[in-house]
């Protein structure tokens, strides 16, 4: 074979193998996997120094921030990076009308100024291993799934008390199903439980855009906040106490100035949550065609009322900011998920895919016999399973997260059965729990009147569109209907007018009662009952069928995953994320939303500047901000080429939600951007990854700097990090200290041709 040839060969095999910034994969794992192609790509640390477990390495710096999100160790002393979003609700806990810490932003200009937020953790990952081969000792394909459960469950056991010798207190073990339920992982972590808030900038420039541009490239927000890990006298995680230290960790990654240019390696570094690149084509089409849907309608419909409080009350602003944002997020993505499948053909391709998939099985016995009823039966399945599916999330939607006083009341259930099965004891130690952790604040936020209008509007929805009748016979009892349409709006002023839960005083008087008597006033309680009711509906229609197809749909999906990986050997898979420490990596890289537009990969603060709409909720600016803007006073902070101040990036990297606050690092290990979000239309990456439109969108981090620097004058912060200058090192040390007139002739007629 000529050169040429095996070039050609070469690289279609690579190509085949996976396309650029696809993919989520362990830290563990990139030696073996990965290393060649992020060197090729041009990074220049070894697999070693991202992840290591004998000496330390960028993972020392990454840890998951309350398990909803990451952030990473920026300083010597743990000061943690996330995002502005991430940080919100804690943001918003420390905000009142006076202390606007929410509109007005809030930065610790001593370190005793930092706030505790009791509840926040910072975990990291000690190391992890591969347990697959004790988790499944014994498990065999002949069982049914709850015999191979019970195995598990033995197993998970056993290898749990193997490793659990002699870890602290604060160290667990986290033990998780990979390429589902075909390997398993075990994650031994450390908690720090005392993370206080250090600094978040004003909304107009961490939130910057709000709704209209969350998921949306271009973008200018500096969706960035500031904490703090602090440790016990020895540095070891302890609970909050005023005497406790900051971390001194064993990495914290340093910060370029340099910034970035299109064409430059990006690793992101994080805790993924939720991804299903591997469903069959029925299910996708189920997700577009029927689930996104009805969830965005409903969704819709409370957003719009709630918006309209939103926008007439400052109080009622502060109290919803994040609930709506909350609801209004997901809403969204599903809008542009469904469309970034349509638009890139993502059904039509799993169907050639699984064309493919039949053709290999058909040359192949062995495999035929294996997985030749797979797919017929997942269309079968998916046909069953939809109106259980589609019930299920409706039901979600509206009593379990939509309505609110349905959940409070809901939950009030917990106490009942506590007195009921525990006793005094029981009922208090729930009593306490709910208190502390849902009632206290959901009152703090919570306001009837608008509740009340969302409850009418969306029992309206489920009543039209829930896919069982019996599903709102509860509604229709109060209503006094049967199949006809009710008054909900009267159902609704009857329900919130006659219940205690709509009511803080009357709540909180009846909590002062003995156990016996709340839980006799919760149970006569008229909007208890109808929880009560709508539940038992649900559970009498929906769940054990939904169930009883769903464990059939994930037992096949184990198959196909194992199927998939065995019939297409030459592609490199990665497991789904499950909120599990992952590496992914990319390029700073422009795309093509749609015909003849290109989006070029930075942003800059002129770009913020043009949106800007003075007292609008989402476009306001710092009046401090635009006077630096004016003055062009961006200290070290500005592009070097032109001067500007730049805002965000996109690159190729393959995140989703969990990834927020994931650090965006460069080919030398520096911190040169802050993971919080990705471009609307690439969206469904989360069911199939398309290197033309899914970007994720960072923060700059000269952004983040200038901010913290010139804006809120926070220099102590500034003093602690480590900045640094690898792109102008590098140069400097390129440069020859003797300037050959020759070569630099040559290199001009070079450039000429
Ligand atoms: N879309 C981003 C993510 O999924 C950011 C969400 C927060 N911002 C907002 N406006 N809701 O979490
Ligand atoms: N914004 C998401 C998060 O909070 C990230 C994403 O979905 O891309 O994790």
């Known amino acids: 074979m000529s050169l040429k040839l095996t070039k050609l060969v070469v690289f279609l095999l690579f190509t085949q193998a996976l396309t650029a910034g696809e993919g989520m994969w362990l830290p563990l794992l990139l030696e073996s996997l990965n290393e060649n192609e992020m060197k090729n790509m041009g990074l220049k640390l070894s697999a070693e120094d991202i992840y290591s477990v004998n000496q330390s390495s960028l993972k020392d710096a990454i840890v998951h921030f309350g398990g909803f999100c990451t952030a990473e160790v920026i300083s010597n002393k743990g000061l943690l990076l996330t995002n502005h979003h991430c940080g919100y609700g804690q943001i918003q806990s420390h905000t009142t009308l006076e202390n606007n810490y929410l509109r007005d932003g809030f930065w610790a200009m001593e370190q005793d100024q930092e706030l505790a937020n009791p509840g926040l953790f910072a975990r990291f990952i000690l190391r992890m291993e591969d347990v ?52 398993y992982y075990m994650f031994v972590t450390r908690t720090f439980n005392d993370v206080r808030l250090v600094g978040a900038p004003p909304e107009s420039i961490g939130k910057y855009g709000s709704d209209t ?51 430059d390696f990006t690793l992101v570094f994080g805790f993924p949550g939720r991804t299903n690149e591997y469903l069959p084509s029925p299910a996708i089409e189920q997700i577009v065609d029927v689930l996104n849907p009805a969830k965005i309608k409903i969704r819709e419909t409370a ?70 009823k797979l797919l017929p039966e997942f269309k079968k399945l998916y046909e069953d399973i939809e109106p259980y599916a589609l019930s299920r999330d409706m039901y979600n939607e509206v009593v379990s997260r939509n309505v609110e006083i349905l959940r409070a009341a809901g939950l009030a259930n917990r106490l009942v059965t506590a007195l009921e099965n525990n006793g005094v004891e029981g009922y208090n130690n729930m009593k306490g729990r709910l208190t502390a952790g849902y009632y206290d604040s959901f009152y703090k936020n919570y306001r ?18 829930a896919p069982f009748k019996g599903l709102t016979s509860p509604l229709d009892k109060l209503a006094g209907t049967k199949d006809g349409m009710g ?3 009267a159902v609704a002023k009857k329900l919130y007018g006659e219940t205690f839960f709509t009511k803080q005083a009357e709540f909180e008087k009846v909590m002062q009662m003995k156990p016996k008597e709340v839980v006799a006033k919760i149970k006569a309680d008229p909007l208890y009952m109808f929880t009560q009711d709508m539940n038992a ?25 194992k199927a998939l990986m065995e019939v297409f050997p030459e592609k490199r898979m990665y497991p789904d994320a499950n909120s599990t420490m992952r590496v992914t990596y990319g390029k700073v890289n422009g795309y093509t939303p749609r015909d003849a537009v290109y989006y070029t ?63 965006a690092i460069d080919a030398n290990g520096n911190l040169i951007g802050l993971n919080f979000d990705r471009a609307w ?73």
């Open 601 to 663: 990969p930075v942003t800059y603060l002129d770009g913020a500047m043009a949106k800007y709409k003075p007292g609008d909720y989402e476009f306001d600016m710092p009046k401090k901000l635009i006077e630096l803007y004016d003055k062009k006073d961006y200290g070290r902070y500005a592009d070097t080429k032109n001067g500007k101040m730049p805002i965000c990036f996109i690159g190729t990297n393959h995140t989703t939600g969990g990834n927020s606050g994931s650090p």
């Open 132 to 183: 697959s081969d004790d988790m499944l000792a014994g498990v065999n394909d002949n069982m049914t799934s709850a015999e191979r459960q019970s195995t598990i469950d033995k197993n998970m056991d056993m290898v749990r008390a193997k490793h659990e010798q002699g870890l602290e207190a604060y160290d667990d073990i986290i033990i998780r199903p990979f390429y589902h339920g075909n390997e």
């Open 537 to 561: 509906a649900y559970n009498d229609i929906v769940e054990g069928k939904y169930n009883s197809y769903n464990d059939r749909i994930k037992e096949m999906q184990r198959t196909y995953m």
């Open 213 to 263: 541009d969350n998921w949306v490239w271009p973008r200018h927000t500096g969706d960035f906040a500031m904490f703090r890990i602090y440790a016990g006298p020895d540095n070891l995680p302890a609970d909050y106490s005023p005497d406790n230290k900051p971390y001194v960790p064993k990495h914290s990654l340093p910060i370029s100035v340099d910034g970035v240019e299109e064409g």
């Open 448 to 465: 009837p009147e608008i509740d009340q209008e969302v409850f009418a509007a969306l029992m309206e929805l489920y009543k039209k569109n």
């Open 681 to 753: 239309e690439g969206t469904m990456s989360d069911y199939n990854y398309d290197p033309s439109i899914c970007r994720n969108i960072m923060v700059d981090a000269r952004y983040i700097l200038f901010i913290v620097d010139k804006f809120a004058g926070a220099k102590r912060l500034i003093y602690e990090m480590n900045l640094v200058n690898p792109k102008k090192m590098a140069e400097a040390a390129h440069t020859p200290p003797i300037i050959d007139k020759g070569s630099k002739k040559k290199k001009k007629k070079a450039k000429m041709k």
């Open 303 to 372: 957003l719009d009322i709630i918006d309209k409080y939103m926008r007439i009350d400052p109080a009622v602003k502060i109290q919803y900011a994040s609930k709506f944002a909350r609801v209004a997020n997901y809403w969204k993505k599903w809008i542009g998920e469904s469309q970034g499948i349509k638009s890139t053909d993502g059904i039509g391709k799993k169907i050639k895919m699984e064309e493919e998939f039949t053709n290999r099985i058909n040359k192949n016995y062995d495999q035929k016999a294996k997985y030749a």
């Open 487 to 489: 008054d909900y709006a």
